[in-house]
């Protein structure tokens, strides 16, 4: 059973996802938080599987807790737009994706389950508009990333996910099988202590292998 923290100032916003996520099998909404201090006592108490995080919320946002997030429960950022200038910061945060409020109750459903069972929910399209969003506005790197534990085939790879290449692609590229390009990436993850994809991407940035005009 997916556990589900539901965040989100709006009673209305939180009853609908709550019937349209109640009602599938395998999941359950454990608790309701209107703001972001809310929710982490909520994921305290109920220990979920994943949080519907909105955005923007008064008193604490849903930025700011997700940066204090307890490791375990799985963060969707909730926005009403999808390049909103916060979704990056969020994803630096350890937030594993975001969705647009209005996206398709399919394809909510899909996104719990995809970040439930540990997968980034970063499609390659959006990847690609949110870093080059991100990076025409930034100015240098951060260089907050020590690469040294990636072997050079390992820092290919890292660059290529920054840039939003699926596995099937960085195969292609690198010419290898899309089996090894997984194992790339798997290896990347734990050696840098990613928790998913989306975290690989923003250290991709970072670290200064993705910059602006590379998307």
Do not use: C
């Given at each position: 059973?997916?556990?589900?923290?539901?965040?989100?100032?709006?009673?209305?916003?939180?009853?609908?996802?709550?019937?349209?996520?109640?009602?599938?099998?395998?999941?359950?909404?454990?608790?309701?938080?209107?703001?972001?201090?809310?929710?982490?006592?909520?994921?305290?108490?109920?220990?979920?599987?994943?949080?519907?995080?909105?955005?923007?919320?008064?008193?604490?946002?849903g930025l700011a807790a997700t940066r204090e997030m307890p490791p375990g429960p799985k963060?969707?950022?909730?926005?009403?737009?999808?390049?909103?200038?916060?979704?990056?910061?969020?994803?630096?945060?350890?937030?594993?994706?975001?969705?647009?409020?209005?996206?398709?109750?399919?394809?909510?459903?899909?996104?719990?389950?995809?970040?439930?069972?540990?997968?980034?929910?970063?499609?390659?399209?959006?990847?690609?508009?949110?870093?080059?969003?991100?990076?025409?506005?930034?100015?240098?790197?951060?260089?907050?990333?020590?690469?040294?534990?990636?072997?050079?085939?390992?820092?290919?790879?890292l660059a290529l996910v920054g840039t939003g290449m699926t596995n099937d692609e960085i195969?292609?590229?690198?010419?290898?099988?899309?089996?090894?390009?997984?194992?790339?990436?798997?290896?990347t993850m734990m050696k840098l202590h990613a928790r998913d994809r989306a975290q690989l991407?923003?250290?991709?940035?970072?670290?200064?292998?993705?910059?602006?005009?590379?998307?």
């Amino acid at each position: 059973m997916i556990k589900i923290v539901l965040a989100d100032d709006q009673a209305l916003v939180r009853a609908g996802f709550r019937a349209l996520l109640d009602a599938q099998p395998g999941m359950t909404v454990v608790a309701e938080a209107s703001d972001g201090a809310q929710a982490l006592r909520l994921v305290a108490e109920h220990e979920p599987d994943v949080v519907l995080m909105d955005i923007r919320m008064p008193g604490m946002d849903g930025l700011a807790a997700t940066r204090e997030m307890p490791p375990g429960p799985k963060v969707i950022i909730l926005t009403t737009f999808e390049l909103d200038e916060y979704v990056f910061e969020a994803l630096r945060g350890g937030a594993s994706g975001f969705l647009v409020k209005d996206t398709e109750p399919a394809e909510l459903i899909q996104a719990v389950r995809v970040v439930a069972g540990g997968d980034a929910l970063l499609s390659p399209g959006v990847t690609r508009r949110l870093i080059a969003e991100y990076a025409s506005r930034a100015k240098e790197p951060h260089h907050t990333r020590d690469l040294g534990p990636l072997t050079d085939r390992e820092r290919e790879v890292l660059a290529l996910v920054g840039t939003g290449m699926t596995n099937d692609e960085i195969a292609g590229e690198l010419f290898m099988s899309p089996a090894t390009a997984k194992t790339h990436v798997s290896r990347t993850m734990m050696k840098l202590h990613a928790r998913d994809r989306a975290q690989l991407v923003v250290i991709a940035y970072e670290s200064g292998l993705v910059r602006p005009g590379w998307i």
